[in-house]
């Protein structure tokens, strides 16, 4: 029985799934984007904001929504997932975001991401971008999702995002990083059921 003890650890780790990479997930942020021209800007990398275009936007990963999220531009180290040059693509959540996704391939204005259309984003609903962004210019691409609700009568918002430490990871949209405890805690609950029934 004490043999059988010792294995069950083992064991918990042979069925756990094997991890992609470190997920960096912002935390919920629920970032106002403001119905004027400027909109917000935000930085995937850094979490910082800026109501004004900041002086690294094409060397640093920003995404820029104004008018509520009507409008979507980036610059040049910033890529989301496009139907169309003009057309921010609205992923399902589980869809995954990587290297044969259809990425813009330099700065990018989406202004036609709204409508009934498939792949596009429906007003006051929750969406998601899905991107691939470098840190810096000519560093490697790692792939990532924002989930945001645009509006084109008030206050859209950047609700959260996450994106793949690893780089050429792919990642799930929605996904988040897995409590590393949960697993440790079976373990030590394992453990201690087949001292006690030993």
């Known amino acids: 029985m004490k043999r059988l003890s010792l294995l069950l650890p083992l064991v918990f780790l042979g069925i756990a799934p094997a991890a992609h990479g470190a997920i960096f997930y912002s935390g919920v942020k629920n970032i106002a984007v403001p119905q004027t021209f400027t909109g917000v800007y935000v930085n995937i990398l850094t979490q910082a904001t800026s109501f004004t275009q900041p002086g690294d936007f094409n060397s640093s990963p920003w995404i820029n929504l104004d008018f509520g999220g009507v409008d979507i531009s980036n610059g040049d ?6 139907i169309a040059p003009d057309r921010v693509a609205n992923l399902a959540p589980g869809s995954t975001v990587g290297s044969p996704s259809n990425l813009a391939i330099e700065a990018n204005f989406s202004d036609s991401h709204t409508g009934p259309a498939a792949g596009q984003f429906q007003v006051q609903t929750i969406g998601y971008v899905g991107y691939g962004f470098s840190a810096s210019v000519g560093a490697p691409v790692q792939f990532g999702w924002a989930k945001v609700t645009v509006n084109n009568a008030g206050a859209g918002t950047i609700h959260d995002w996450a994106y793949e430490s690893v780089s050429n990871t792919s990642i799930a949209v929605g996904a988040v990083p ?4 949960a697993a440790l805690v079976l373990l030590a609950l394992g453990g201690l059921w087949l001292r006690r029934s030993g």
């Open 77 to 82: 180290v910033f890529r989301p997932v496009i």
């Open 178 to 181: 897995e409590p590393a405890g």
